[in-house]
């Protein structure tokens, strides 16, 4: 009789990268790929963000050690929009641990679009998930503070501790959504009718309003990225940001709800947990290995980047990423 397993014992993700020759090769070789791609539009419901340069292209690998393997834009800034959500929530969830997190926010996805008001209606808690506005409005009315300074200041600080960097707000993104946000300030009125948003609704959509105009690159969305991976550990300052059981939780959500009403099918295709921003960034996540972040601000319908989704099918492949892919076992 085998012996009894150790209840105690925590399995985790194992593997590592193809080494950094591959990577490179691999890098350079989707890029020059996709670079002439012309699918897509700009998220022009936005202002400034209509005046991004749809030729732009970035991509990002980073590992959990600290490597980075970077080709085109990826060191072009640009605002972080919705790729912020799964780090806010990560906040969130270290600070009120995950079953309080997933009670006050819920985790299920709603198979529509990210604005959706209609997602908040169908449920009868009034709860959706962190990574549609609705859920990360609710996300970022619970981060501490006695206004919406305090919130700021703690929002900033954490996702710069993911970066490994100090992150700063592009005003002009800013200023452009604050007038253009109605639909979020929708929303967040929903959320208090329902007691679903933990204070005052203008302050939630303000705040995260600035959240969304954090200016990264693809170099740090991958880095942060590599912070989910490796079990919370920031592979450039050593820093433990958040503890490896949140990690575990963002990363679930992730794989369900990081492309909204596309998401079976990008976990279908990809394998891995996903986000991505109306700018046009994208990130994918492989546990325990580390991440990749690609910039392409042309969208599909859903407001995915086009690009995006194309080096993210390619290297998550070529990559060996793909959570769901195993070798037949051998026969005993």
């Known amino acids: 009789m085998s012996p009894s397993p150790n209840l105690t014992t925590r399995f985790v993700s194992t593997g590592s990268l193809p080494g950094s020759d591959e990577i490179r090769s691999l890098v350079e070789t989707a890029y020059e790929n996709f670079r002439e791609e012309a699918g897509g539009k700009l998220a022009d419901y936005i202002p400034a963000l209509a005046q991004a340069e749809p030729s732009a292209f970035g991509i990002c690998v980073a590992n959990t050690h600290g490597d980075a393997f970077m080709v085109g834009d990826a060191a072009q800034l640009f605002s972080i929009q919705s790729v912020s959500k799964p780090f806010v929530f990560a906040l969130i969830c270290d600070a009120l641990g995950p079953a309080e997190a997933a009670a006050r926010l819920g985790v299920d996805a709603t198979g529509l679009p990210f604005n959706s008001i209609m997602a908040m209606e169908l449920r009868a808690d009034g709860t959706s998930n962190p990574l549609v506005n609705a859920g990360a409005i609710a996300a970022t ?3 501490p503070g006695t206004g919406a300074e305090d919130r700021w200041h703690l929002v900033r600080q954490g996702l710069s501790r993911f970066a490994g960097r100090e992150l700063e707000c592009d005003e002009r993104v800013y200023e452009s959504e604050a007038a253009t946000n109605q639909r979020n300030v929708g929303l967040a009125h929903l959320l208090r009718g329902h007691d679903r948003l933990y204070c005052d609704p203008d302050e939630a959509v303000d705040v995260y309003t600035r959240q969304c105009s954090l200016l990264v690159s693809s170099r740090d969305l991958a880095f942060m990225g590599a912070t989910l991976a490796g079990g919370g550990v920031q592979p450039l300052t050593g820093e433990q940001v958040v503890s490896a059981a949140t990690c575990q939780r963002v990363l679930a959500v992730m794989a369900t709800a990081g492309l909204y009403e596309r998401s079976g099918t990008w976990l279908y295709d990809v394998g891995l947990p996903g986000k991505s921003g109306v700018s ?9 290995k580390g991440a990749v972040a690609t910039f392409s601000p042309p969208l599909d319908a859903a407001g995915n980047s086009v690009r995006g989704q ?8 070529r990559l060996g990423l793909n959570l769901f892919i195993s070798a037949p076992a051998a026969h005993q």
């Open 310 to 317: 194309l080096v993210m099918r390619f290297l998550s492949e």
């Open 280 to 288: 046009g960034g994208m990130l994918t996540i492989a546990p325990g």
């Open 141 to 143: 009315s619970l981060v």
